[in-house]
């Protein structure tokens, strides 16, 4: 339980840092685990949250970073991550989530082809 706490946040501080080699290397290391589905669903999640919010300009927002790992990391975990992302995620952040992460019906039929219904 308590690697789900921390976990999410040391990638997402490896990633500000630009060190995604080795962030990547964490994840798969940690990939065997139960709870690690969730762990990228709270990453994901927990970005959102923080760009979503603020009221400053982000200069180098990270959420498109995590997107685009998870989306090429984890693949056949990637439409979960993000369905679940989106269920647990008030509907007016929505799109400020598919702006960065694509056209939600893409996703959807995306599902249906592969009979994948989240």
């Known amino acids: ?44 999640h927990n970005v959102l949250e923080a760009e979503a919010t603020t009221s400053d300009p982000i200069a180098d927002p990270l959420l498109p970073c995590i997107i685009n790992l998870l989306g090429n990391q984890y693949p056949n975990k990637f439409l979960n991550i993000l369905a679940r992302c989106a269920r647990k995620t008030e509907v007016a ?19 249906l082809q592969i009979k994948d219904f989240l």
């Open 1 to 44: 339980f308590q690697l789900e706490i921390f976990v999410p946040q040391l990638i997402e501080e490896m990633l500000r840092r630009n060190l995604s080699g080795h962030s990547i290397r964490l994840m798969h290391s940690l990939s065997s685990l139960q709870s690690f589905d969730h762990m990228l669903e709270l990453l994901l």
């Open 93 to 111: 952040m929505w799109t400020f989530l598919f702006n960065a992460a694509g056209n939600p019906a893409d996703y959807f039929k995306v599902s």
